[in-house]
């Protein structure tokens, strides 16, 4: 998955959430407020290790 695809699964996912993306395809299979949640979603699918992130609060820029 290129980060171009990464940071538009971001930004159409909404603030603050957990989602669980399958590796080979690239979609969304799981999503929650939790990483309990979005894993569990994602079992439901049939994926049993995707790739879980937490998408940002904002996308304001953060000084650091």
């Known amino acids: ?3 171009e695809q990464r940071i538009k699964i971001l930004r159409e996912s909404g603030p603050n959430v957990w989602i669980a993306i399958d590796e080979d395809t690239g979609r969304v299979i799981g999503k ?3 990483y ?5 979603m994602a079992e439901q699918a049939g994926q049993r290790d995707p790739l879980v992130i937490k998408t940002p609060p904002t996308w304001e820029p ?3």
């Open 62 to 64: 953060m000084v650091l």
């Open 36 to 40: 309990e949640a979005a894993v569990a």
């Open 32 to 34: 929650g407020p939790t």
């Open 1 to 3: 998955m290129s980060p």
